[in-house]
């Protein structure tokens, strides 16, 4: 079984930035894609990033583009999403969730099977 923690949110001022993680444990190697996913208040879940393990291409969403960037450091089996230049329109909880079916190459638009509990994200001075 696979298990996913997200850390490192918080409130941050507009224009700054933040660095969320997401700690993968239990079965890392039945993981294909880690994706991150945003929820704000009273709006829909929605993609942000994802990366494909295999070969860490990406996908990523309009509004993340040149602002946001997914990474991953395979000792820690964590995958990261640095925050750049952030908005109050960003202000959400951030959830990651893997893909333990195989896919060739990740997709925000795809569906999920596995995910964190979220992080909280506040953007406002």
């Known amino acids: 079984q696979v298990q996913l923690v997200e850390s490192g949110g918080g409130l941050v001022q507009p224009g700054g930035s933040l660095r969320l993680s997401c700690t993968v444990s239990?079965?890392?190697?039945?993981?294909?894609?880690i994706g991150w996913f945003r929820q704000a208040p009273g709006k829909e879940r929605e993609g942000v990033s994802c990366i494909t393990l295999s070969d860490d291409t990406s996908d990523n969403a309009d509004f993340a583009e040149g602002r946001f960037t997914i990474s991953r450091d395979n000792a820690k089996n964590t995958v990261y999403l640095q925050m750049n230049s952030l908005k109050p329109d960003d202000t959400a909880v951030y959830y990651c969730a893997a893909s333990v079916l195989p896919i060739a190459v990740c997709s925000i638009e795809i569906e999920y099977d596995v995910w964190g509990r979220g992080a909280r994200v506040t953007v406002s001075s």
């Open positions: 239990g079965f890392t190697s039945d993981v294909y894609a």
